[in-house]
T-cell receptor, first 114, second 110 residues
Framework: DTEVTQTPKHLVMGMTNKKSLKCEQH?????MYWYKQKAKKPPELMFV???????INESVPSRFSPECPNSSLLNLHLHALQPEDSALYLC?????????????FGQGTRLTVV | GEDVEQSLFLSVREGDSSVINCTYT??????LYWYKQEPGAGLQLLTY?????DMKQDQRLTVLLNKKDKHLSLRIADTQTGDSAIYFC??????????FGKGTMLLVSP
């Protein structure tokens, strides 16, 4: 099983809403990532969790709040987003944070902020 | 340069070979990756190559690595219409960081 599962696939939210994106993997990977991808652009790293601890925050605004409840799950809590936050949010995982092996991506959550 | 560079567009006919090129930034990158992204979908890992290798072959895919020139290429043999997608090369710049190129859109016509 080399699958990273993200839910929901699509999300439309208002600027005052609170929502969460979820990501799950059962490959025993100990590093998990959130990326943001705008249309026609490459993915940009947001957060890295390694062994359930936040190891990298790429200066992401506090309206995005990551959480790693256990080694298989990664959440991204959203609050007071702006329309420019609309994008494809991709979760990825790898065996460890050294990226010495493959990094697998999920299918993404297409987020629209209205 | 500071960016991972890729040509933006490639058009081929079905059955031809496709070659997608990438120039990466850091000669100390340990792993280099090729990802495929179909419209509206996530990134599918196609293959990766370790920096001490010159070539890696996996079915229709051949990856060539020229470390001296920091040049990476992906050759797709017998290209099919289902190969139409955006292809990203990515390098591991160190701890936990994957840096992507801007992506090459491959269009395969019948």
């Amino acid at each position: 099983d080399t699958e990273v599962t993200q839910t929901p696939k699509h999300l439309v939210m208002g600027m005052t809403n609170k929502k969460s994106l979820k990501c799950e993997q059962h490959m025993g990977h100990r590093a998990m990532y959130w990326y943001k991808q705008k249309a026609k652009k490459p993915p940009e790293l947001m957060f890295v969790y390694s062994y359930e601890k936040l190891s990298i925050n790429e200066s992401v605004p506090s309206r995005f709040s990551p959480e790693c409840p256990n080694s298989s799950l990664l959440n991204l809590h959203l609050h007071a987003l702006q329309p420019e936050d609309s994008a494809l949010y991709l979760c990825a995982s790898s065996q460890d944070g050294q990226l010495n092996t493959e990094a697998f991506f999920g299918q993404g959550t297409r987020l629209t902020v209205v | 340069g500071e960016d991972v560079e890729q040509s933006l567009f490639l058009s081929v006919r079905e059955g031809d070979s496709s070659v997608i090129n990438c120039t990466y930034t850091d000669s100390s990158s340990t792993y280099l990756y090729w990802y495929k992204q179909e419209p509206g979908a996530g990134l599918q890992l196609l293959t990766y190559i370790f920096s001490n290798m010159d070539m890696k072959q996996d079915q229709r895919l051949t990856v060539l690595l020229n470390k001296k020139d920091k040049h990476l290429s992906l050759r797709i043999a017998d290209t099919q219409t289902g190969d139409s997608a955006i292809y990203f090369c990515a390098e591991n710049l160190g701890y936990s960081t994957l840096t992507f190129g801007k992506g090459t859109m491959l269009l395969v016509s019948p």
